[in-house]
């Protein structure tokens, strides 16, 4: 009898168990990375969430870009609302260098928006489900060895499907980008001033990191903030930091905080 199967248990390899440890993919943001206790897990899917123009995708392209540019970590932005066209030039006023780091190889886009060629290809044959996500991410990925990846937004894949499918069709895709090395950004559009992290109720469980991106109310103003609301793997920052943007992106202020209505 093969030792493992003794009174059903498995075997640690059988597990597939890691080593131990935790190595981290620095976003650059130092900020970030202090409160994150020094990046994101490696190899793990994290959901990246907020309300309309709350940083989303300026935090996105610059995990991409900063992996690129300082980590030697090529990057793949996979478009689903804004166009790249519309990225690169809505995020101009900041110093990503986004059109240098794709002549460069180092980072590409996969354009599956509404207006995107891709879109209107994959709709012709089937709509745009994970299996059809996952075919053309796999290429890409493949051939620029990537090890970062974000999805923007991931709200768009799960229309009309139900709950259990959801969660399931996302564990696999989490699986399949960790399975590459990729440390993946899944962008969750929330509405706005609502304590809601994600539109079907089940994203926050499957990934294995949830970060909110706030832009609240205060008396006639609204003010930024990052707060990290799970991050498996690791002790993280509890409290909500202020965010401003400068040309290098999100700045994040680890020794501030935001503070909410309750406190
Ligand atoms: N230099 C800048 N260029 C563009 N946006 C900036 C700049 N500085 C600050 N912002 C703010 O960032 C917002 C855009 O950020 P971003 O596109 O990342 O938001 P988002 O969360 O992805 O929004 P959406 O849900 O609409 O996709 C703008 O609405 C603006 O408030
Ligand atoms: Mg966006």
Do not use: W
């Not at 935790?22 to 900020?31: K, L, N, P, Q, Y």
């Not at 950004?185 to 469980?205: A, H, R």
């Amino acid at each position: 009898m093969h030792a493992s199967s003794v009174g059903g248990m498995m075997s640690n390899d059988e597990l597939n168990l890691p080593a131990g440890g935790s190595e981290r993919i620095v976003t650059g943001i130092d900020g970030l990375d202090k409160i994150l206790g020094g990046g994101f897990p490696k190899s793990r899917t994290i959901l990246l969430a907020g309300g309309p123009g709350c940083g989303k995708t300026i935090l996105s392209t610059q995990f991409l870009c900063n992996g690129a540019r300082l980590y030697s970590e090529t990057g793949v932005y996979v478009t689903l609302g804004e166009t790249p066209r519309g990225i690169v030039q809505n995020l101009s006023s900041f110093d990503f260098k986004i059109n240098e780091l794709v002549m460069q190889r180092k980072l590409a886009f996969i354009d599956l928006s509404i207006s995107g060629a891709l879109h209107r290809q994959a709709e012709a044959g089937k709509k745009i489900d994970f299996a059809v996500l996952k075919d053309l991410i796999r290429p890409v990925v493949e051939e620029l060895g990537a090890k970062r990846l974000v999805i923007d937004p991931i709200t768009a894949m799960g229309i009309n499907r139900d709950l259990p499918e959801i969660r399931e069709r996302l564990t696999e895709f989490a699986t399949f980008a960790s399975d590459f090395g990729c440390t993946t950004l899944l962008v969750s559009e929330t509405p706005i001033d609502q304590n809601i992290i994600s539109v079907f109720g089940v994203e926050e469980f499957v990934v294995d990191g949830v970060i909110v991106l706030h832009n609240m109310r205060r008396g006639g103003t609204r003010v930024r903030g990052v707060e990290i609301v799970k991050m498996r793997g690791t002790d993280h920052g509890a409290h909500i930091y202020p965010v401003q943007f400068s040309r290098q992106g999100l700045l994040v202020f680890p020794e501030e905080r935001v503070h909410g209505d309750d406190s």
